[in-house]
Structures are given as C-alpha cells and as structure tokens.
C-alpha cells in the first residue's frame, strides 16, 4: 500500500482566511484525487490532477499535483463556513485496484 | 443525487444478527467498490467488483460477504459482526478499475450493539 500523509490534521480558522493543507507521499501516483466530506456522508469528488506540475482551480479552491507527482496541495483563499468539512487526498497507484486515501484534514471555517 | 444511493442510511444491530446494505449506481460504470470509515484511519478499501466479477478481497473477514448481481447493484451481508465493526460504510463506482475518479455513496452509519 502506498501511503499518503495529510496535514494538518485539524484546522480551524475564520470566515476570511486563506489557507494550504498538504498531501505528501514517499511514492509517485498517476494520478492524484481530492474529495471532500461532510459529517455522516460521502465522500464527494473536486478535483483530478494527473500531470506533474499541474494546477487547477475550481473557484476560490487550488489544486496543485507536485513534479514527481508525489505530492499535492490544496490552497482555499477567503474560506467561508461552507468550506467546513474533511479533506481527504486519494493516489491512483500502479498496482492494484483501488485508490489509496490519506487520513484526510478536517477543516472548520467559523463565521 | 449523486449517482450512487446507499441504503439504508443508518443501521443498528445485534452481534446476532443478519442484514445486508445495498448499494445502486446510476452512472454506467462497470467497476464498484466497497471502503469502511472508521475514526482516525484512512478509508480501507473491503472489496472491488469489476463487471461483476469480485477481483480483490482485501483481507475482510468472514462475517461480511459481498455480492454483485449486475453492474449497476452491490450489496454487502452482514453475520454475526463485532462491536468493533461498527463505521461508515461507503460504496463507490468508477469507469475502470483503478477506482480513479471513483464517485461515493452516502453511505451507511453502521452499529453494533
């Protein structure tokens, strides 16, 4: 299993605030998701990053895939309340079926 | 909706009991997953389903059992479970294999008394 380590682990901020969490791994992916979670849910996919170096931007949120494609950041720029949730980072491997998923950044956005 | 309905939401049941989760994709996708989500441990990915046919059984115990009668149907028995199985229960579905760009169930909230 390739492992992927998220952080922080928690976060907590105001409404207004920018902000980075991180995805870190030891292994190269294909490919690399992000999906974000509200409490007693699934997981709900973002975003896609498959070429090293790669950014994307889905409105106030930035995704960006690492050039070894090893790692990724997530940056959200003025957070707001509706942000809050658990971030979770999930790697394409070579082998295997399925994705690997990381612990994931719980973030909360107070007003 | 988002393709992919779990039922049902919330279950609670007797070290004893029988009972199965049912999980339905509306997208097409020919590859369908089971994941537990417990507390502070990353999703653990049980089973995955392509075109019906189980290809990884990752080590789950006995006492759950998959079942895949279709490409758009999955289902997960439950027998005589654990406290300690007690989670979040996810299905997922995704075009191939690899479960890239896999789209998630809602899932079940599972207890075990």
């Known amino acids: 299993t390739q492992l992927l380590e998220q952080s922080p682990q928690f976060l907590s901020i105001q409404e207004g605030e920018n902000l980075t969490v991180y995805c870190n791994s030891s292994s190269v992916f294909s490919s690399l998701q992000w999906y974000r979670q509200e409490p007693g849910e699934g997981p709900v996919l973002l975003v896609t990053v498959v070429t090293g170096g790669e950014v994307k931007k889905l409105k106030r949120l930035t995704f960006q895939f690492g050039d070894a494609r090893k790692d990724s950041s997530l940056h959200i720029t003025a957070a707001q309340p509706g942000d809050t949730g658990l971030y979770l980072c999930?790697?394409?491997?070579?082998?295997?079926?399925?994705?690997?998923f990381g612990k994931g950044t719980s973030l909360l956005v107070t007003p | 909706e988002t393709g992919v309905t779990q039922t049902p939401r919330h279950l609670v049941m007797g070290m004893t009991n029988k009972k199965s989760l049912k999980c339905e994709q509306h997208l097409g996708h020919n590859a369908m997953y089971w994941y537990k989500q417990s507390a502070k441990k990353p999703l653990e990915l049980m089973f995955v389903?392509?075109?019906?046919?189980?290809?990884e059984n990752n080590s789950v115990p006995s006492r759950f059992s998959p079942e895949c009668p279709n490409s758009s149907h999955l289902f997960l028995h439950l027998h005589t479970l654990q406290p300690e199985d007690s989670a979040l229960y996810l299905c997922?579905?995704?075009?191939?294999?690899?479960?890239?760009?896999?789209?998630f169930g809602q899932g079940t909230r599972l207890t075990v008394v």
């Open positions: 999930a790697g394409d491997p070579h082998s295997g079926y399925a994705l690997n």
């Open positions: 997922a579905s995704s075009q191939g294999m690899n479960g890239a760009k896999a789209f």
């Open positions: 389903y392509s075109l019906e046919e189980r290809v």
